[in-house]
């Protein structure tokens, strides 16, 4: 696909990648851009040509990225619409541009296209980046804040760093997730006693607090791990149904196994012998 003089609106970034030698970066990039809301690939003199099934294959379904890139024979002729570009770069240039890290350029380009105009990010080759002349052809560079002993970056992993911060950058809260854990009521004082007193009544049936004389401890112990957690309503109910299940059926007598009345263990000495009579004489 060859370049168009076409305008399209300002609706974000275009993401530019220079020379690009593979065809699956080229589609994990476009996967990157869709993630986060970008559509506008464009492509300086890709090294295996264009298009590329390899790169459909990588952008996992991002066929619209893909089917609207375009494919431009120099870098001048790929920025020539834009009003503003960042270069991306690993490494210091001799030069007298502004450098700014992912936050601040996200929020940089987020400000010119709300004004109206159209931008760009420059990504270089896999292998060495950009040369300082292509760098020159942008306004500003952005860096990212990488380990300075491997500070390399795919460019698909650098494509959706910048992606996502030009996503956040547009949100009213930038914390905010696109769902939320259930709202749920916090449990009551009165409830959260209540699974105390039963625990702790399961728990002595079954010898667990030895020696006698450390019980008033290890009771305070049991409650400080429990109340730490802040239990909403619907959790101690989950709590309070798997002690249950504990205190009432045993491995001899698992659940589905019968009644807890049916498990001798668990009846009255009295209630034991009767039983043992019927079955005598039955």
Same mark, same amino acid.
Not at 35 to 51: A, H, I
Not at 92 to 108: H, L, T, Y
Not at 110 to 118: E, M, P, T
């Given at each position: 696909m060859q370049a168009s003089n076409d305008i399209l609106p300002a609706t974000g970034p275009a993401i530019i990648l220079v020379e690009p030698q593979l065809g699956e970066n080229i589609g994990?990039? /476009?996967? *990157?851009? #869709?993630?986060?809301?970008?559509?506008?690939?464009?492509?300086?003199?890709? %090294? @295996?040509?264009?298009?590329?099934?390899?790169?459909?294959?990588?952008?996992?379904?991002?066929?619209?990225?893909?089917?609207?890139?375009?494919?431009?024979?120099?870098? /001048?002729? *790929?920025? #020539?619409?834009?009003?503003f570009v960042f270069a991306t770069t690993a490494r210091? %240039? @001799?030069?007298?541009?502004?450098?700014?890290?992912?936050?601040?350029?996200?929020?940089?380009?987020?400000?010119?296209?709300?004004?109206?105009?159209?931008t760009g990010i420059l990504f270089g080759r896999e292998r060495f980046g950009l040369y300082n002349d292509e760098v020159g052809l942008a306004d500003e560079i952005v860096t990212f804040p990488v380990d300075p002993a491997f500070s390399s970056l795919n460019i698909a992993q650098a494509a959706l760093l910048m992606s996502y911060e030009w996503m956040k950058s547009g949100l009213e809260d930038e914390t905010k997730t696109n769902f939320s854990s259930p709202d749920m009521m916090p449990a009551t004082k009165e409830q959260l006693h209540g699974l105390f007193a039963y625990l702790e009544g399961a728990l002595e049936a079954r010898g667990y607090f030895r020696p006698a004389a450390k019980k008033p401890k290890m009771v305070d112990n049991l409650r400080a791990v429990l109340t730490r957690a802040g239990f909403a309503e619907p959790e101690l109910k989950v709590l309070r149904g798997i002690i249950s299940s504990l205190d009432r059926f045993s491995p001899a007598m698992p659940r589905g196994d019968g009644s807890p009345g049916d498990d001798p263990r668990r009846l009255p000495a009295a209630a034991r012998a009767a039983k043992a009579t019927d079955k005598d004489q039955a």
């Open positions: 994990m990039v /476009a996967r *990157a851009m #869709a993630n986060f809301g970008l559509s506008e690939l464009r492509l300086v003199n890709p %090294r @295996d040509g264009w298009p590329s099934e390899k790169a459909r294959a990588a952008a996992s379904r991002a066929d619209h990225v893909i089917d609207a890139a375009r494919v431009y024979g120099d870098l /001048a002729s *790929a920025v #020539a619409d834009l009003n210091a %240039r @001799d030069n007298f541009k502004p450098v700014r890290g992912p936050v601040e350029a996200g929020r940089a380009l987020r400000a010119r296209q709300r004004s109206g105009q159209r």
